[in-house]
């Protein structure tokens, strides 16, 4: 048997309500009121796909072995990196193993995220792999006042792929490939380019998903009612419900486009609607899961007892669940870089990074992974070669130890005017971690006045700086104080 | 057997510009400033000068690297110069190099001198910082300032001691009222301006709990120390002179930072100064010091180092400050001169400036902020952040103290 062996999702905490956006630039193009209903996901400041990712993958890792991942297939069409594989940064941010492992990255499609799963499952197929880590997300940057800005949100999902303990069987699959550009980045262009909507609509999304679902039922000889859910992603709420009237698909079966709770979050939507399935799915159910990009894939899923088995994780459902509106239209411009506000003399340093540093040290930088003393115990952040504890003092006795998905504590922290931020003021502090070790973090998500000495954080890998000169994404660890908690 | 430091340096000679935001002069007019005052004070000729410390931290943007600006605009007879660097220790190191020098033998007379010219980077605060830590650090250090780092101490403070904050920001108001009233009293302050606690209460916030006026100046200035040996003093003249009682230095090891700590204090200031006074033979520094020169970069800086230095027991500074221990008509006069909350922190000559005041003192001749019979000060650096951090202490007195 082959399929899914855990999930997880990711939507990031900051919700704007679109009617925020329209009170701020109806002005300027009033037909986005037509689609204002409900709110869209926002990606704070200090986030990106890749770091989305992180936050989906550890999600659906959790409780299962990061060590025996054969490949992590990375899926975005908003990739931080054009040529450095993100996957590979990813794979290290989740201390995955490096010897005999393939990673790739998926990317020029929004249906890349389905792509990469039916390579997955193709690579188990082959016996080349066991376990296949298969993680979509997108950050899609648009232009002020577009019909783009109300439908898109930010996400990712994961979903591991493996041959035992399955959840949901893959029982087939099909995939559709055409040149149907509704819309294109070209190459160093910061927006996508758009073609009219009602063309998208109608021989877009319209014709090619029902198309390629059909041709996957003529394949496999099954009726589109056998199944209980169907999957598949539209941002035109009209003609989601009109694809499933063509497919004559009964409605109570169609996933909902989730537009009013996050909006349309590209390569990462299918696999995160398709999760949203599955966190209401029972054993025996059967889900069908198409995407649209250039085509379409269609792959079809059946729930297995295990699923009872699976330990949640925080998945889509506890990441909706977990929101702050982002009341300011203003604040969500500066963090996608939209509009320029000036970060002082001070904002302007920007040091080189080493890449020979960061070789050496990723696992540190990336993977948070510190050092424990064999002698006494002691766990370490930064990683140390000589113990710190004054009654042990062992030198090169360390092993590895992992601090990404330790919880920790507040010993102090503060709240910083001065120091250059996009979303001043800079809030940081020292934490101590649950079983031993310390170090001090910048904090992200949150407001400093909801924090106190004492409160619990988590962690999380986010992006530490932009290096525009060069090109270049730093990435680090943050905690976030756990204030709803 | 270590015998210390105790009476083997004489400090002859002291000098100190004036500091402030300088933007008439840079480094090299700061230095001349500084050494001219200290040469003249010594009573000696330059070419007796045998070696030389040149203290300065932020050197890319102020003299740049090695001791050169210092032989060359000082026009040095071509001797020893060495730079020292260690965070806002730096001048104090410069002054332990001349010290240790002459306690050596190797030199019968040397001098130390810090300068820092700050104010050419076009944005205030001290200079940012991340080019500065090194190839590693930076890669993960959380985007930190100075101010953030020690309002950290605050809230680590408040939530150890159960303290509400707004009771420990009046304790910290009263510190920086008393060094601005102290600082009115000093031509060579850069702030020379009384303020209210109210007044300091409701500035704006820098980094929460710290506000504008917790937080200390950023100026220019330079400062300088000719030493020998008492005898050597002795055979040029000199009468009451002062000399060095203890010197110490200690730097974090990461403790603080990855293994344990409450927060609070600092690890490395009760080490250093308890060490001092060891060295200089004092058993009760509550009662014995006369003055004490602290390093207020903060507010909370200094409320904190009066409990490392063992003068208020672990959680009562708070209640000696707001009793006027501290004050300058209190038992123990801390920031005499202004401290840096009124002289700002041009970082290379912030330990000779704190040492200056204390000499002057010893000499009475601090004019209207003169302390009756001074005879023993204390000096007191604390460079880099609470978590990891290089702490300075002096102690200089009269000689037959």
Known sequence: MIGIKSYGGYIPRYRLNRMVIVQNMAWYLPVIMAVAQGEKSVANWDEDSLSMGVAAAYDCMSGGDRKALDAVYFASTTLPFADRQNASVLATALNAPEEGVDNADFTGSIKAGTTAAIAAIEAIESGSKDNVLVVASDLRRTKMATMYEMFLGDGAAALLFGKDDIIAECKGYYSHSCDFVDHYKGYGKEFDYTWEERWVRDEGYGKIIPEAISAFLGKTGMQINDFDKVIYPCYFKGTHAGIARKLGLDPSKVQDNMHEVCGDTGTAHPLVMFIAALEEAKPGDKLLLASFGQGCDVLYFEVTDKIKDLKAPQGIKGSLARRVELDSYQKFCKWRDLIVADLGIRGEANPNTALTTLWRKRKMLLGLVGSRCKKCGTPHFPPSQVCINPDCGAVEEMEEYEFSEKTGKILMYTGDMLAASVDPPAIYGMISFDGGGRTMLDFTDCKLEQIKVGMGVRLSFRRKYRDDMRGFTGYFWKAIPQVEE | ?401
């Not at chain 2, 032989?71 to 806002?88: A, H, Q």
């Not at chain 2, 033998?105 to 944005?123: Q, S, T």
């Not at chain 2, 230095?309 to 009562?316: D, W, Y």
């Not at chain 2, 330990?351 to 001749?365: F, N, V």
């Open chain 2, 1 to 401: 057997m270590a015998t210390g430091i105790k009476d083997k340096v004489a400090i002859i000679g002291m000098g100190c510009t004036k500091f402030g935001e300088r933007w008439d002069v840079g480094a090299e007019e700061l230095m001349v400033e500084a050494f001219q005052e200290a040469i003249q004070d010594a009573g000696i000729d330059k070419n007796e000068i045998q070696a030389a410390w040149l203290g300065t931290c932020f050197d890319e943007v102020n003299v740049g690297k090695s001791a050169l600006p210092a032989s060359m605009t000082l026009r040095l007879p071509n001797i020893s110069v060495t730079r020292v660097e260690n965070f806002c220790a730096s001048g104090t190191e410069a002054f332990r190099g001349a010290v240790y020098a002459v306690a050596s033998g190797a030199y019968d007379i040397a001098m130390a001198i810090g300068v820092e010219k700050l104010k050419d980077i076009g944005y205030g605060g001290l200079p940012e910082f991340s080019s500065a830590m090194g190839t590693l650090n930076g890669l993960w250090f959380p985007n930190v300032t100075a101010p953030g780092c020690f309002a950290m101490l605050a809230s680590g403070y408040a939530a150890k001691y159960g303290i509400d904050m707004q009771e420990l920001k009046k304790a910290m108001a009263h510190v920086s009222a008393k060094s601005h009233a102290n600082g009115v009293l000093n031509p060579k302050a850069h702030l020379r301006k009384a303020v209210t606690e109210e007044k300091i209460l409701n500035a704006p916030m820098i980094a929460y709990p710290l506000g504008l006026f917790d937080c200390c100046g950023v100026s220019d200035g330079s400062a300088c120390a000719i030493v020998t040996t008492p005898e050597i003093a002795k055979s040029l003249g000199k009468k009451d002179f002062v000399t060095v009682k203890a010197l110490q230095l200690s730097l974090s090891n990461g403790t603080e930072m990855a293994y344990e700590w409450d927060g609070a204090h600092f690890i490395t200031a009760a080490k250093a100064s308890t060490e001092a006074y060891k060295e200089a033979g004092i058993k009760n520094p509550r009662e014995e010091l006369s003055l004490m020169e602290v390093h207020d970069c903060f507010s909370i800086t200094e409320l904190v180092t009066m409990e490392d230095l063992h003068i208020s027991e672990r959680g009562k500074a708070p209640k000696d400050i707001m009793d006027g221990f501290y004050d300058l008509d209190g038992k123990l006069p801390c920031q005499v001169d202004g401290g840096l909350k009124c002289f700002g922190h041009p970082i290379g000559a912030s330990g000779l400036r704190m040492l200056y005041e204390i000499y002057l003192q010893l000499h009475g001749r601090a004019d209207k902020r003169q302390l009756k019979d001074p005879k023993l000060g204390l000096t007191h650096n604390l460079g880099g952040f609470p978590m990891m951090n290089v702490c300075s202490v002096a102690i200089i007195g009269k000689y037959d103290v």
